[in-house]
């Protein structure tokens, strides 16, 4: 149990969680939890660099939480926190944010774009959130975090933040790679399928939620976007709507792309949407079932993140307090 290599990972309680970080994340989540001592956790403190509804990011919170249950993360097996309950990232992301440099947080694409659209409000958390993402990843001395494509770039910072570290303050920190699934790194909209399935995605027919009604998803994959050919064929250059649509259904039906190219030769785009909108409601249906039942039990859930932060603590204290003596901070 001991020298279980670590894992964390988490997500931004910023909108419903959907079919994007469903397969780039959760699934992968669940199928490491076996092998890794892993902690996951609903990313609070990320969540507020863009302004929140104070009464819809708790409500999200919860429903985050209650998901993450029924996509078959098992509390008992692995940490599930809420990331403002665990002090240990802040204090951390403090003492990072002192290692992170100017020019480096500049580069951040996801910056870029945060900042593009969000001009009224270009905060000095949407900045140095790298900062604070490598403090809950290295706070932990984790070796894995499965994340979807669009992270990469953030689980290399912490890479470099570490190694900037270490070499000043000698091995404090553990490198972590980074793990991106094959199939479904990327999920993109229905509807401009040149883009990123996203929570923030203002149309709605783009975007799917774990728990949109069945009618809806159906709805929404009907309407997908496709192109003027026929045939359906995995080139995510030329095709990008189809292999979008071959992605999902690969992941959701346990297909490979040559299995679905023959099960689909000869028919049309029709049946395709039809098919992989039926596969990912028969996905999502069991966990928005198991997840209202659990949103119901709020004593339930309020035990799984107070035991989990208890335990996130102690693992994370033990870092702090490492780090702390390293730069020289008198003990207490
Ligand atoms: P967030 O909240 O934007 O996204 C959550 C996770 O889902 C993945 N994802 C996708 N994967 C495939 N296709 C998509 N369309 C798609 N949309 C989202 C994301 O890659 C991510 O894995 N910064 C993080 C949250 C975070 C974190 C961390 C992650 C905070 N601290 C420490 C890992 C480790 C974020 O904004 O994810």
Redesign the pocket.
């Known amino acids: 149990m001991d020298d279980k290599k670590i894992i964390?990972?988490?997500?931004?309680p910023?909108g419903e969680l959907?079919l994007?970080?469903y397969?780039?994340?959760i699934k992968n989540w669940v199928e490491l939890s076996d092998e890794y001592e892993c902690y996951y956790m609903l990313?609070d403190m990320?969540a507020i660099t863009v302004r929140q509804e104070p009464a819809e990011l708790r409500r999200r919170t919860l429903e985050q939480l209650a998901q993450y249950i029924a996509c078959g993360l098992d509390p008992e097996k692995n940490t599930i926190f809420i990331q403002s309950h665990v002090p240990a990232h802040a204090e951390l992301g403090w003492v990072l944010s002192c290692y992170t440099m100017f020019g480096e947080l500049s580069r951040m694409t996801q910056f870029k774009d945060k900042s593009a659209k969000n001009e009224e409000n270009i905060n000095a958390g949407l900045f140095t959130y790298p900062s604070l993402?490598a403090a809950?990843?290295l706070v932990y001395q984790a070796d894995l975090?499965p994340?979807?494509?669009?992270?990469k770039q953030?689980v290399e910072i912490c890479r470099d933040i570490a190694v900037r570290f270490n070499g000043i303050y000698g091995e404090t920190f553990k490198l972590p790679e980074p793990f991106i699934p094959k199939a479904?790194?990327?999920?993109?909209s229905l509807q401009e399928p040149q883009n990123?399935?996203?929570k923030s995605e203002q149309d709605s027919g783009g975007c799917i939620c774990i728990l949109d009604k069945p009618e809806s998803i159906l709805r929404a994959f009907k309407r997908a976007v496709t192109d003027s050919e026929t045939e359906v064929r995995y080139d995510p250059k030329a095709k990008p709507g189809v292999s979008n649509l071959m992605q999902i259904y690969a992941v959701c039906a346990g297909k490979t792309f040559a299995e679905i190219e023959a099960e689909f030769s000869g028919k049309g785009y029709g049946d395709l949407k039809a098919t992989v909108g039926e596969a990912v409601v028969e996905t999502l249906r069991p966990i928005r079932e198991e997840a209202a039942r659990l949103l119901s039990d709020k004593a339930y859930l309020e035990q799984i993140y107070k035991n989990g932060a208890e335990r996130a603590a102690r693992a994370a204290n033990r870092t702090v307090q490492k780090v702390y003596k390293k730069v020289g901070f008198v003990g207490k």
Do not use: F, P, W
């Open positions: 964390l990972s988490g997500i931004k910023s959907t994007g970080s397969i780039g994340a990313a990320h993402m809950d990843i975090v994340v979807g494509d669009d992270q953030h479904g790194a990327r999920i993109m990123k399935m996203s």
